[in-house]
């Protein structure tokens, strides 16, 4: 028999081991290779079960219900001086505890409603809340938090502030699912509106009925109640006090808690309907009379820009450090006392007093006065209060002349009454810069006038004319421009020819802030005065801001320079009395409505301002004489500069006396011989023809004014961008014809090469009066709406636009727009006022002054 062996039809050869990875599997295709087998899958899962299990085991084991906090969330925060003098203090108020038998149902409801509607049913979690908010949160949806309202109060009974990482929250589940265990759900509920912070300092419903609307919680209504609930996520930035915005979220809120409330069955739809937002009460914080207040509110604002509320202050313990100088603000409080409120002579109560200093060094500071007492009156004069500013906004045009060459030693005509487009400009006798801003006429006439001077005395002696003349040369713009650099924000500025004149209002914050740009020969620090805040040895925050060089220090050695002599020999000279360098310029308005000194030595900026907030109590009315001046007018040069010099003196007490740059004034040209202010001649005939003169191309505007204006007709300003230099006059309308006296003739003038410019948009004569509104803002125009009558034009319809439709202009140039306002005077009033006017008001600077 032959021997046998196997035929090797199956390969003996062994399978190799891949290891732990066996990707692609084999004996699979395609996309099926790397699919795990059912085998992985099931072992994965039942791993991560039982490792979640094993967690959850050990912290149900682990994790206690500990005794609630003592004092929840209510560590006070120590606020200092510079020189670690206690400042004051963020506290919550005392908590009072409240059964809910003794709170209206309708309390627990709402909170429900808001918070938490399917807590009678859960465990204390909700898990489907959970997965919901994770894959909302993981998939870039709208941020979602799962929190039940037994979360929140374990998380507001049993933690501390700041207690938020992943393992914190996985114990605040556990600790809630044991809570639930334990307590009721009604001891649960009522531990929650008893510990909840609402804001103001409040902590449970209690305590935020009182401080929102004087009342036991116990009177308090549905509606009183949504207003408090809806702003449970967010009472230190939603409490309605806080401005227009915050207002608006708290009524979003209240509306949506309402509507809970009502689809739970709560209220009826009815009551939902009827209800009114609430009113709360003006809020007024514990222990905080004098500047306490003002201080800490200053404080509040500061860091809830860096992301710090009224809640962390009010809990968290903090210590603050501020740049406030103790005895700096005692010194302002002292000077600000020297007002009269009592007696003869006494001033008026409804004043707006502020002092402020700024290093110029780093932009801290040093002392903020804005009120008497912060407990009577919660608006500050020198942060919230704002008017204009007066002839403390020269030094803007003068610095802005500098950069572009120009010289302290020009000569400019100083007469007065002088036309700058449109309106005149006179220098008061006696009151160193009332500005008129009226049509040129007869009537117009009036104020000292100077001859030719150049720009040092015309800063000495605050010369509007001048002053007027040299802003159309350097073009509006460019003033605008130095004082946003300087350190005054956009909203308190324009691009007018009369912001040389400080038309605008402007906070005294920002003021000092801007000269004590000045004082840093050109160096911008950003105003702060907060420095750091820390939670025991963690630093929570420290203040870094910003450094610019805004202006040239040559340009500044010469400014300081001029702004000497309003002290040593103009407006300023009670300052002399320091005995050591100052630089500073006075202020005054229309109508005496504020009053400024802004002024400084090398090492401090400070300015004291004044207004007078009108029977309405919205406006400014002209400030009322008071003390020795009594009888005459408030102006920069009377209370404001006297209180500086007293306030320094106190404050630089041992200070070493540091000098200005030294600066060797040019000998000036010889003094040309004194040009007298043109006077128009007035004619009985109405008809009365003149003739347009020619020549005035190639002219600077103020000279070819001066001109047209002494010929009997009114130039009216049209700038225009072009290559010519700033000021000069491009044409001017039927010049060498014939006119009636008093014509308004056009006069383009260059506003110099590389402006933004647009297009007055076409088809707007013969339109709807708002169909050109629109169309002139959108276009980045202003559009000054007139109303005329007419007998063939319908009411409502556009006459005529000036400039014309088709002419290219700078961006935000004005637009007037002839409307008719149909047979007859209607008395339609303009868009808005034609001239410089009279005072701004408080707080947003559109004319409304303090509460």
């Known amino acids: 028999m032959a021997n046998w062996s196997p035929s090797p039809i199956w390969p003996q050869t062994p399978r190799r081991r891949r290891g732990i990875w066996n990707y692609p599997r084999p004996h699979r295709t395609g996309l099926r290779a790397w699919i795990p087998s059912w085998r992985v899958v099931v072992g994965t899962a039942l791993t991560l079960v039982s490792l979640g299990v094993g967690v959850f085991t050990a912290g149900w084991i682990g994790w206690a219900v500990p005794d609630e906090n003592k004092q929840i969330g209510s560590e006070t925060t120590t606020v200092y001086y510079e020189d670690g003098k206690v ?29 938490d509607q399917n807590f009678e049913n859960h465990m204390g979690v909700d898990p ?28 507001n009974t049993y933690f501390q502030p700041g207690q938020s990482s992943y393992a914190d929250k996985f114990r605040e589940i556990i600790l809630a699912l044991k809570v639930d265990q334990e307590k009721s759900k009604d001891e649960i509920l009522e531990g929650y509106v008893n510990s909840i912070y609402l804001g103001r300092g409040a902590y449970g419903f209690e305590a935020a009925a009182k401080a929102y609307f004087n009342k036991p919680a116990a009177e308090l209504t549905v509606s009183e109640t949504a207003m408090l609930v809806g702003i449970i996520p967010s009472p230190s930035y939603w409490d309605p006090r806080f401005g227009e915005e915050s207002r608006a979220v708290a009524e979003e809120k209240w509306a949506r808690v309402l509507r809970n409330m009502a689809e739970m069955g709560v209220i009826t739809q009815e009551e939902r309907n009827s209800a009114t937002f609430p009113e709360p009460i003006e809020y007024k914080p514990a222990s905080r009379a004098g500047q306490v207040g003002y201080l800490l509110e200053e404080v509040r604002k500061e860091l809830a820009d860096e992301g710090i509320g009224e809640e962390d202050l009010m809990n968290n313990g903090y210590e603050i450090r501020t740049t406030i100088n103790s005895k700096f603000q005692k010194a302002a409080v002292d000077a600000a006392k020297t007002i009269p409120y009592e007696g003869e002579g006494a001033a008026s109560d409804k004043l ?20 008497k007492d ?39 005509t100083g007469n007065s009454p002088m036309q700058i487009p449109g309106w005149s400009v006179r220098n008061d006798a006696g009151v160193e810069e009332e500005v008129e801003l009226t049509n040129f006429g007869p009537e117009g006439s009036g104020g000292e006038s100077y001859g030719d001077i150049d720009l040092v005395d015309a800063t000495a002696d605050s010369v509007n004319t001048v002053y007027a003349q040299l802003n159309v040369e350097i073009g509006a713009k460019t003033s605008q421009d130095v004082a946003i650099r300087a350190g005054i924000p956009e909203k308190s500025t324009n691009a007018e020819l009369s912001n040389v004149l400080g038309t605008s209002t402007v906070h005294a914050v920002d003021l000092a802030g801007a000269y004590a740009t000045f004082a840093a020969q050109g160096t911008r620090h950003e105003t702060h005065m907060v420095t750091s805040v820390k939670n025991g040895e963690q630093l929570i925050y420290e203040f870094s801001g910003e450094t610019t060089e805004a202006i040239d220090p040559e340009v500044m050695t010469k400014a300081t320079y001029a702004m000497e002599q309003v002290v ?10 320091l005995g050591r360098p100052v630089a500073g310029k006075t202020g005054s308005t229309n109508g005496n409505k504020s009053a400024w000194f802004a002024g400084y030595i090398p090492q401090l900026a400070t300015v004291v301002g004044l207004y007078q907030t009108a029977e309405d109590g919205v406006g400014q009315a002209e400030i009322t ?94 700038e225009v961008p072009s290559d010519q230099p700033p000021g000069t006059v491009l044409s001017v309308e039927k010049e060498g014809q014939e006119v009636k006296r008093d014509s308004t003739i056009r006069v383009e003038v260059s506003t110099g090469p590389d402006e933004d410019t647009v297009t007055v948009p076409g088809g707007l004569v013969g339109g709807d009066e708002n169909n050109a509104r629109g169309q002139l803002r959108a276009a980045g125009l202003d559009p000054q709406v007139e109303y005329q009558p007419s007998e063939d034009v319908a009411q409502g319809t556009v006459i005529s636009v000036n400039p014309n439709e088709g002419t290219q202009v700078p961006v935000g140039t004005r637009v007037q727009v002839i409307v008719s306002s149909g047979p007859g005077d209607i008395g339609l009033p303009t868009d808005e006022p034609t001239g410089g006017g009279g005072g701004g008001g408080g707080g947003n600077g559109n004319g409304n002054g303090s509460p």
């Open 128 to 155: 489907l809340g959970i997965v919901r908010a994770f894959i909302s949160n993981v998939t870039g949806g709208g941020r979602q938090g799962a929190s039940t309202l037994t979360q929140q109060y374990v998380e």
């Open 568 to 577: 040593e020999r103009g407006s300023g000279t009670p300052a002399k009395e």
């Open 352 to 371: 707006g007093v502020s002092i402020v200093s700024i290093d110029p060094k780093d932009g801290a500071i040093r002392a903020l006065y804005g009120g």
């Open 625 to 718: 004489p008071f003390g020795q001046w009594a009888g005459g007018s408030m102006t920069g040069g009377t209370w404001p500069v006297t209180a500086w010099t007293q306030y320094m003196k106190v404050v630089t007490e041992g200070m070493e006396v540091e000098q200005f740059p030294e600066y060797t004034p040019p000998a000036p040209p010889p003094s040309p011989t004194p040009t007298p202010s043109p006077t128009p001649t007035v004619s009985d005939d109405p008809n009365e023809k003149v003739m347009v003169p020619t020549g005035l191309v190639g002219q600077q505007f103020p000279a070819a004014a001066a001109v047209l204006s002494g010929a009997g007709v009114r130039p009216q300003l049209v």
């Open 87 to 115: 400042l004051g203090r963020f506290a919550a108020v005392d908590r009072t505890i409240r059964s809910l038998d003794e709170l209206p149902p309708y309390i627990g409801q709402a909170v429900l409603a808001s918070e």
């Open 374 to 412: 912060y407990e009577k009156v919660q608006y500050n004069a020198a942060t919230d209060g704002s008017a204009q500013g007066g002839s403390t906004f020269k030094p803007f045009t003068l610095i802005g002349a500098l950069e572009k060459g120009h010289e302290l030693n020009e000569y400019y």
